[in-house]
């Protein structure tokens, strides 16, 4: 007997206004990493939340306890939810460093990731689990 196994590939949709928004914020803040949270529901993103990398580094970026979870609070009483944690790369490619894996917070919640390093941006959306990553398919619409 042949058991077959499908594996769902995750789809977030994402409007276009919300990805011309982050690749926005992501070039004001360069040569530094830009950061923020994305939010909605299930996989439909719906609101971009800006926060202030308080380092000023091109390899990483930093945002105290206390402005995140005031902004957790603003977009849970949306009744939304966080989907994603979002970041740039200004000089390396779209993909989660071995910093970004050991120190992502919460296997609930997504990796987005905008690179600046071709000149044209370039975004990928990843899941994130057990310190490990899977790309997700995205749709800006």
Same mark, same amino acid.
């Given at each position: 007997?042949?058991?077959?196994?499908?594996?769902?590939?995750?789809? #977030?949709? /994402?409007?276009?206004?919300?990805?011309?928004? /982050?690749? $926005?914020?992501?070039?004001?803040? /360069?040569?530094?990493?830009?950061?923020?949270?994305?939010?909605? *529901?299930q996989k439909q993103?719906?609101? *971009? +939340? &800006?926060?202030?990398?308080?380092?000023?580094?091109?390899s990483r970026f930093f945002v105290?306890?206390?402005?995140?979870? =005031?902004? $957790?609070?603003?977009? %849970?009483?949306?009744?939304?939810?966080?989907?994603? #944690? *979002? !970041?740039?790369?200004? =000089?390396?490619?779209?993909?989660?460093?071995? *910093?970004?894996?050991?120190? !992502?917070?919460?296997?609930?919640?997504?990796?987005? #990731? #905008? =690179?600046?390093?071709?000149?044209? &941006?370039?975004?990928? +959306?990843? %899941?994130?689990?057990?310190?490990?990553?899977?790309?997700?398919?995205?749709?800006?619409?």
């Amino acid at each position: 007997m042949v058991i077959s196994k499908i594996i769902m590939e995750k789809i #977030i949709t /994402l409007p276009s206004s919300l990805y011309q928004a /982050l690749i $926005v914020e992501g070039e004001s803040q /360069l040569p530094y990493e830009a950061c923020g949270l994305l939010a909605g *529901f299930q996989k439909q993103v719906t609101s *971009f +939340w &800006p926060l202030q990398n308080q380092v000023k580094s091109s390899s990483r970026f930093f945002v105290p306890k206390e402005i995140v979870t =005031s902004t $957790v609070k603003k977009i %849970q009483n949306r009744k939304e939810q966080v989907l994603a #944690i *979002f !970041h740039t790369h200004p =000089s390396t490619k779209p993909v989660p460093s071995q *910093f970004d894996l050991k120190h !992502h917070p919460d296997d609930e919640v997504d990796m987005v #990731i #905008i =690179s600046y390093k071709y000149g044209i &941006p370039q975004l990928k +959306w990843y %899941q994130i689990r057990h310190n490990t990553y899977t790309a997700c398919k995205l749709v800006i619409s």
